[in-house]
């Protein structure tokens, strides 16, 4: 299943991807941000990386980007994709990739698939996602969203990070001392990022052209019973 884990990443990962390209009061920021959430239209191709220390991750790297798009039911969903690779643990390369229309709709994720290092790709059955967006706290979007509404607007700060110096808006949440420094006219507008386990974000490269890092066609997950054909 999907851990607590990456609902906080994909939490920073809809908030860097949602700001606006203007400067915005500190008032309004909260609700304009967290709206956009649910808005936002993705550019595929885009991508950025991150290097990761501290936490349960320390040493890895973390590379968000959008890897395509397919129309269902008159709406766009995207092909979301984190990838965290450890140099020092090669076989533990994971990658997720979900399809939603954005990060935070209340649509929920249309479909899931996860490769975890030389493990063939898998994908879940539509009953699993089903369960996945029916299940209080399994909804990954709408923890989004909800997590999104808690957090609290700190104010404008200088940070230097591996990419550079950035002058960046800081949220951060009160429950779960999850914090993010966005920048808003980037394509990935996350500049740092320091998650619930102690582990830190900062980012490394951004650009254009990423391409789905699973080649092989998905199996489904076992376990799961065929759905019956319609009636």
């Not at 994720?109 to 699993?128: E, L, N, T, Y």
């Not at 500049?191 to 582990?199: A, M």
Request: net charge neutral; glycine share 8%; hydrophobic share 40%.
């Amino acid at each position: 299943m999907i851990r607590p884990r990456v609902t906080s990443l994909l939490l920073i990962v809809a908030l860097s991807a949602v700001l606006p390209g203007t400067a915005m009061s500190q008032a309004a920021d909260k609700q304009r941000i967290c709206s956009q959430v649910e808005n936002h239209a993705f550019t595929v191709g885009s991508w950025a990386t991150y290097n990761w220390t501290g936490g349960q991750t320390n040493g890895s790297t973390l590379r968000m980007a959008v890897v395509g798009k397919e129309a269902h039911e008159s709406t766009t969903y995207y092909w979301y994709e984190v990838t965290i690779e450890d140099p020092q643990h090669p076989n533990a390369k994971m990658i997720l990739q979900t399809l939603v229309p954005s990060l935070g709709s209340k649509v929920g994720v249309r479909a899931v698939i996860m490769k975890s290092g030389d493990q063939p790709a898998m994908k879940m059955p539509p009953q699993m996602v089903q369960m996945v967006n029916a299940t209080p706290g399994m909804n990954v979007t709408a923890e989004i969203a909800r997590d999104c509404q808690e957090m609290d607007v700190v104010g404008w700060e200088d940070v230097t990070v591996p990419a550079g110096h950035f002058r960046a808006l800081h949220m951060k949440h009160p429950r779960t001392a999850l914090e993010v420094w966005v920048r808003p006219d980037l394509e990935f507008a996350m500049v740092k990022g320091n998650l619930k386990d102690g582990g830190v974000l900062e980012l490394k490269a951004q650009g254009t052209g990423a391409k789905s890092s699973i080649s092989e066609t998905p199996t489904e997950i076992p376990g799961f019973p065929a759905a019956p054909p319609p009636r």
